[in-house]
Structures are given as structure tokens and as C-alpha cells.
């Protein structure tokens, strides 16, 4: 996202806010784009007005949970999905990105991640037995006092969700501001049985930093990464890494961002377990019908058939 001074801002706040607000119309456009601020069609909302339009979507429960399946590579079962967040068409943000970003900038990220978690495991109660539901939060949601491994089993527990089959996603945008507090935190819950993901590794150096302060079950390749593999690729080398690290760990990988059959194919030759992604299953209603064929198994079939491989796979 791009502004410039003086041919579009004329301070240092303004410049950043125009940079900002056109960094989330470009990842609207596919998370890959470049775009420039343009004053003719972009609205920046002032601290205030965003501030009592988040507090209205968590307090209205203005929020949509959708679901993306996690396909395993190899059997072609559904290992799990993950619990993703939509705001609703009743309120002033048109995607999960601009509130998230109004929510960070007004202090009520923390309030937000957990209406979100709250949301997500309410949605997914109905969830087979034998998968597990993904959620993300922010570290800056851990580090905050509002958070604790109570307030989190608390919303299981509303739910009748078993702790043993949550996995919280977290990334790492921003540097932790102190890691033993969530270390703590997370080791709290990983008591319960909650389990954790590094989500994003790859994208920069997200991950990297939390990779080295906390223990991960499972570890997230980010898109980026995903969507540039090839044999003999520098992020297949990195990709592989991952893999090695997961061995010595007892970590599961799971490839994000899958949209073509040549990533499932370089992938599963890497030796990734599994994988999501538009190629795999978009998000959408949460499928609970054990019989029922989601667009995951059937194209995961598909492609091993054309490439010769047994169809078999699990429900």
C-alpha cells in the first residue's frame, strides 16, 4: 500500500493512514497486488469512528464464522477445518481485514479475537468428532491482560467444545513485548489440552521470532512460500526445513494458500502432511454430514487419479 507527500498527504499521520488503508484495498485484490491511495474512492475512518464501530460489531455479534477444510495429503481424510471470521453485511467493514485493522488501531484487538473465537467454536460445535477446529489469535491478544487460559476455556466450555481438539493459530507481525508472560499464558492452556500453530512461517519473518521462543504442535508454510515452489527452488529448500524442524518436533505441517495442482504435486514430493487452500476447499458453511463429499476429497481424488496414484481416502 502507497501514499507519498505532498502529492497525496500532507503529515506524517495522514501519510500513514492513506499507506494503510491502501494496503488492505490491495489485499482485497488477492494479498499479491500493489496499490496506490486514491482520495476519489478510499474512506479513512477517524480513531473515534472506528473505535465505536468495532465496539458495536462485538457487542451487536455483528460476525460470521466460515469454515476452510485441512485435507491430509496422502489418505485424503479431513483432518480439521479452519474457523475463519466474516463481519456481516450490517456494518461499516467490508472485509475481515479493515476490522481487524480498526480493531488494533482503537485498543480493542483483545475484545475482537476472543468475540471471534467465541463466534467460530459456537459455529462448529456440530464438527466431527475426529477433526479439530483452528482459531487465530493475535500474540498481542496473549500478552493482554484480558486474556488468560480461563477466559478461553470458559468459551469452550459454553460451547461444549473440547479443549484437546482446539489448535490457536498465532503469528507474528509485530515483535512479542514479553514472551515469558506468554509463554505462561500458553502453557496454561496447552495444560488443558488446547494445542498451538505458527501460522504464516515464510511470510517475512513471521513465525521465525515465535518459532524460537515457544514450542509449536503444529507449523503453518505460509502462501507465499507455497505458491513458489518448485523442484529446486529456493522456498522448496525452505519449505523443507520446516519439514525437518516438524520431524524433530513432532509438529504437523500444513500448507496454506494451495490453489494449483503443480503445489499439490511439489508438496506432497517434499513430504508435506497436509494442506488447505482455494485448490482444496474455499471457506464456507461448515460441512457436517458424515457422508457428504466436500469439494476437498473430491479434488484431492481427481488429482491423484491423474496422476496415478491410489483414490482411496478417508471420510
Known sequence: GISAIPDLADARSQLYSQADAALYAAKRGGRTDIHIFDPAVAVIQTDETASAAVAEVIARAQLRAVYQPIVELMGGAVLGVEGLIRPTGDTPFTDPAGLFAAAEASGRLTALDLACVDTIVAGAARLPANQFLSVNLSPRTVEAGEFSAPALLAILARHGFPPERLVVELTEHQPLLDPDRVRRKLEACRTAGIRFAADDIGAGNAG?????EIRFDVLKVDLSLV???????????VVSSVIELAARTGALVIAEGVEHPSELAQLTALGVRAAQGYYLGRPGPLIVDADARSDALITLRSWRQSIGLPTSAGS
Do not use: H, I, K
Open 227 to 237: 505458491q513458489r515452489s518448485a523442484p529446486g527452488a529456493p522456498s522448496s529448500a
Open 208 to 212: 521465525l521470532r515465535l518459532l524460537a
